[in-house]
Every structure is written in C-alpha cells, then in structure tokens.
Nanobody
Framework: QMRLVESGGGLAQAGTSLRLSCAVS????????MAWFRQAPGKERVIVAA????????FYSNAVKGRFTISRDNTKDMVYLQMNRLKPEDTAVYYC????????????????????WGQGTQVTVSA
C-alpha cells in the first residue's frame, strides 16, 4: 500500500511559477514509476508528466513541454512538479500517481497504469 500527499498548489498569476510536491509513504519508493495528472472542471483527468523509477527518463504532455519539469528524490520519497510560465489553461486539480508494480524499466502515461493516487491539489492561474 502507498499513501500519496500533494502540496504546493494555490493561486498564481499567468507567467509565474509554482512547485508541487508529492510525499509518498511506501517501503520502496525508489522502485516505482511516478506521474502527475491534472483534471480541469468538466474534463477528463489527463497526464501532465511521468518519470521512471530512477529519474533518468521523463515524459511531458505537449501542453506543458518546455514549461514544466518533473523530478524525484529517492532519498526523501518525494516527487516534484516545477511549473514555470503558468497559463490560465493550466488551472486544474493536480494529482500525484504511483505505478503499483515494483522495478519497472520505464515510465507510464495512461491513467490505468497507476494504482495509487493522492487527493489532489488545486492550481488556479489568473490572467
């Protein structure tokens, strides 16, 4: 079992930055691929970024590529999402997710690949 807790959301102006954090409670965090998803009002939950268990391989959606950076600290059981040059269309609830299978070799990009989810943190970007 894993417990994921996001933090760092809030209200930001367009063009500024926010950093989301996800604290993961598990015995072997370093063995699990992780991701950030987001869900805007009335829309489906979609992938934002994903990272493999080592942090050496990452994925970004086209909507955030070049502006957001996913990273992880396997010594602290933490995943981060640095969000720069925020836009109003980035407004959503952001969710941290963990792949349940241990010691995979890659990241994953679909909701069905993730077994554990945080409660979400709201990010609101004003124009």
């Amino acid at each position: 079992q894993m417990r994921l807790v996001e933090s760092g959301g809030g209200l930001a102006q367009a063009g500024t930055s926010l950093r989301l954090s996800c604290a993961v409670s598990t015995r072997a965090f370093y063995g699990h691929a992780m991701a950030w998803f987001r869900q805007a009002p009335g829309k489906e939950r979609v992938i934002v970024a994903a990272i493999d268990r080592t942090g050496g391989s990452t994925f970004y959606s086209n909507a955030v590529k070049g502006r957001f950076t996913i990273s992880r600290d396997n010594t602290k059981d933490m995943v981060y999402l640095q969000m720069n040059r925020l836009k109003p269309e980035d407004t959503a609830v952001y969710y941290c997710a963990a792949h349940g299978i241990y010691w995979t070799s890659t990241y994953f990009t679909t909701k069905g690949d993730y077994d554990y989810w945080g409660q979400g943190t709201q990010v609101t970007v004003s124009a």
